[in-house]
């Protein structure tokens, strides 16, 4: 009876061709290691074929290919002498040979791809002769969707062999494989006549993968980014998604209480937060209201990491008969004072704090100044915007890409609470304001807007409304009605705003936040670590509990563009950019992976930068530089109309950006 050893590949003298196109002994072992996390796919729901249908087609290798020597359907991946006998095989006419005379190289004959079925049960077999001391092999071979070889089982015969003998080899197809294929072979280091025939590769239940599909362009108006950060929250970047890729919302993680609203000129009715970075310290300032029948007051608070804030004994102003309190201003305009530093660089020292409150007629908006953030006086006596309801938060800030100031304030538009927007050169003389368009989306209340520059992409305006749903009451008890979560928007040109339709904050299991005017979202945001930034809200609006909580994001972590293990496929605009390196935010899970691709602007992939040249990424990193075969070094495409591909299997990339 002939041995047969069925065994795992391990190199090139034991299993592994040793050639380019299969790893060495590490780099085997390494592929071995991660067989199954490659580039998962989509699993469908159709059944098996027999379990004895054979796959490989021209199995017996009677049918040749027109006018050539090799047997139609199989291709010689490595070796030269290989030969299709006629003079009688194992069971018809014609049977492969190979003439192997080299030891320090094997010959490797490989069937068909075909598609996999994930789970399913493999079985191959072959029949072999040889008159030598080889061990010619039997394989069965795995790949991934971009052709790379992932696993792999084999069997050898032990020559020489009492003629025809059969080898069998059982596999179960991993998860990340895409093909499958039966393949002969002759050893590095074995000599000899080897002989193949009648090769069968039946499979056994398992499921049928999805290929994913590669995004052809469409949009084909590039941009210049430069080295610029660019984000998904909205859609400008992205030209097309496939398989189970997606723009994906990521919700805050709720932190701890960071400023309870306990002081006598606080209170429940305690509102409209503003949050900045001002030197070595965050500053927020906020209306302070705990009695209805008395006048509210302007307050700030103070924290050197964000999280742990503290009221400075600010000692202007006299509450029930002392100045020991953190209140900044009090009389007209403290309903909604809305404080700022500016960042134009022109700005007076003076004039280095400044403020938006409803202290003119019609609680039209006066403007305010300040040396220090503390002591306050009225810019002028007139108001500075005047077309407008303002009973809400009405914020400006200095943009400093557009060289203008830039405000954002309440009006009611088609009977539900709406922004408006205007933009002034000097805070004093402002454009005619214009309503904000968010495209195709339902009239809703929208209270606040916490619109702001985005710290790492200034270029990208985020805005943070507060949803008002008036006709909602959730808590029996509770004597107003009305509901209210967070919202997410962002823009590019400051009035053609891409609304998510979904909540950024939920109210939570509280269900003191599921009364009216909770869940305001801060207008500001604070880094309060490497890879994180804190956003903030309200919580137990006309409550004695009144205060503010922290939320938790990563950092440029609104968005992502995702895909579950099934795998998708991201395809950028086209564009320009500066810049040696490709940077970018992801995440993924312990079986996930990313690859990228620079390609151009017709979506065929630039020499040296394609998917399968690309580094397999796994991790989670906020700033990884992206490595294809030949290196990082992507500068000769700079200046060139290129598009950005990414594949991803169980991750999610955040942002991107070219550096230096």
């Known amino acids: 009876m002939q041995k047969i050893s069925n065994i795992l590949s391990q190199d090139g003298r034991f299993g592994c061709p040793s050639s380019s196109v299969f790893p060495s002994r590490a780099g085997c ?12 796919l989509a699993l469908c729901g159709e059944g098996s074929p027999g379990e004895t249908e054979n796959l490989v087609g021209n199995s017996s290798f009677e049918q040749t290919e027109a006018g050539g020597p090799l047997p139609m359907g199989w291709t010689v991946v490595r070796g030269s002498i290989v030969q299709l006998m006629a003079d009688g095989g194992h069971t018809e006419r014609r049977y ?72 069998d080899v059982d596999a179960i197809a991993p998860l990340g494989a895409s093909e499958v294929t039966a393949s002969a072979y002759s050893y590095v280091g074995d000599r000899g006549t080897f002989d193949f025939d009648d090769v069968q590769l039946v499979v056994k239940g398992g499921r049928k993968v999805a290929t994913i599909e590669r995004v052809k362009p ?13 984000l998904f929250v909205d859609r400008f970047m992205v030209d097309g998604l496939s398989g189970s890729a997606n723009r994906v919302l990521h919700h805050p993680q709720p932190r701890e209480v960071v400023l309870q609203l306990d002081r006598p000129w606080e209170g429940p009715f305690s509102g409209y937060f503003g949050l900045f970075h001002d030197g070595d ?33 600010v000692g202007l102003y006299s509450w029930d008969g002392s100045k020991k309190n953190n209140i900044v201003w009090m009389g007209a305009g403290t309903h909604n004072f809305t404080v700022m530093k500016d960042a134009n660089p022109n700005a007076p020292d003076k004039y280095r704090y400044k403020a938006l409150a409803s202290a003119g007629p019609k609680n039209a908006l006066v403007a305010f100044v300040s040396p220090d953030g503390y002591k306050w006086s009225k810019l002028r006596e007139e108001p500075v915007i005047t077309d407008g309801a303002f009973d809400s938060q009405n914020l400006a800030f200095w943009d400093p890409l557009r060289k203008s100031y830039v405000s954002f304030f309440r009006d009611f538009h088609n009977g539900v609470r709406d922004i408006k927007t205007c933009t002034s050169p000097d805070f004093i003389h402002w454009t005619q304001p214009q309503w904000l368009d968010y495209g195709e989306t339902p009239h809703e209340h929208l209270y606040t807007n916490a619109t702001l520059p985005y710290f790492r992409a200034p270029h990208i305006y985020l805005g943070f409304p507060c949803r008002f749903v008036p006709a909602r009451k959730k808590v029996p008890s509770h004597k107003e009605n009305g509901i209210n979560d967070g919202v997410l928007m962002s823009s590019r040109d400051g009035v053609h705003f891409e609304r998510w339709l979904e909540a950024l904050v939920r109210p939570g299991p509280d269900p003191l936040v599921w009364t009216d005017r909770n ?12 890879t994180e930034m804190s956003i903030y809200w309200t919580e137990h609006y006309r409550y004695p509990t009144a205060r503010v909580r922290r939320g938790l994001l990563r950092i440029d972590g609104f968005v992502s563009v995702g895909a579950d293990r ?87 990339i955040y942002s991107f950006r070219f550096a230096k």
């Not at 592929?31 to 998962?40: A, W």
């Not at 061990?135 to 790949?143: A, D, R, S, T």
């Not at 869940?519 to 945001?525: D, K, M, Q, S, T």
């Not at 075969?629 to 950005?644: F, H, I, P, Q, T």
Request: net charge neutral; proline share 3%.
């Open 519 to 530: 869940n305001y979202i801060v207008w500001g945001l604070a880094q309060t670590s490497d």
């Open 96 to 167: 492969l040979r190979m003439l192997d005379t080299d030891p320090k190289a094997g010959i490797f004959v490989e069937s068909k791809r075909i598609p996999v079925r994930i789970g399913g049960k493999y079985t191959a077999s072959a029949w072999m002769r040889t008159a030598d001391n080889g061990k010619p092999g039997l394989y069965i071979n795995f790949y991934d969707d971009l052709g790379t070889r992932i696993h792999d089982v084999s069997v050898r015969a032990d020559g020489p062999t009492d003629g025809w003998v059969r080898v």
């Open 29 to 40: 072992a390494a592929v071995l290691g991660l067989v199954v996390f490659l580039f998962p």
């Open 218 to 230: 469409k949009n084909q108006i590039s941009v210049d980014i430069g080295s610029r950060l660019e």
């Open 566 to 652: 099934a795998g998708g496929e991201l395809l950028t605009r086209p564009f320009t950019f500066s810049g040696k390196k490709l940077m970018v935010n992801y995440a993924t899970s312990a079986v996930g992976s990313l690859r990228f691709e620079l390609c151009d602007a017709a979506g065929e992939p630039c020499e040296g930068f394609s998917l399968k040249d690309s580094q397999l990424l796994f991790g989670d990193e906020i700033a990884h530089e992206v490595i294809w075969k030949d290196g990082s070094d992507v500068s000769s495409l700079a200046g060139k109309n290129v598009r950005l591909r990414v594949r991803l299997s169980d991750a999610d």
């Open 281 to 313: 310290k965050y500053r927020l300032y906020y209306r302070g209201w705990g009695d209805l029948k008395r006048e509210a007051v302007a307050c700030v608070a103070e924290s050197s990491d964000g999280v742990h804030f503290t009221r400075p004994d």
